[in-house]
Nanobody, 131 residues
């Protein structure tokens, strides 16, 4: 049984940092892509960042480029989202997801950012950024 368990959310002031973790278990993720999505109150879930388990290709939505970094520790089966220079508009529930596909290069962004490509989801962790 695949499980994705997030942690690391919390309350932080604007300009601060948080690091989210997602521990994956239940199968081998070597041909998977791991993504972070977020959903703010009253809004649809949106793509934040993704990383391929093989090769470590990374993809970001424009609003977080230069502020957020996604990386993985394959030995620990864990994916991280380092969030710096946080803004109030980053407030949302952040969820980790795993999709059964592998790709590489800049052309993969369109696939990596699609919610429907991901089969497994964590329960989410709340991130609140105060102004």
């Amino acid at each position: 049984q695949v499980q994705l368990v997030e942690s690391g959310g919390g309350l932080v002031q604007a300009g601060g940092s948080l690091r989210l973790s997602c521990v994956a278990s239940g199968r081998t993720f070597s041909s998977y892509i791991m993504g972070w999505f977020r959903q703010a109150p009253g809004k649809e879930r949106e793509f934040v960042a993704a990383i391929t388990w093989n090769g470590g290709w990374t993809y970001y939505t424009d609003s977080v480029k230069g502020r957020f970094a996604i990386f993985r520790d394959t030995a620990k089966n864990t994916v991280y989202l380092q969030m710096n220079s946080l803004k109030p508009e980053d407030t949302a529930v952040y969820s980790c997801a795993a999709g059964p596909f592998d790709c590489s290069g800049s052309g993969c962004y369109g696939v990596a950012s699609q919610i429907r490509r991901y089969d497994y989801w964590g329960q989410g962790t709340q991130v609140t950024v105060s102004s």
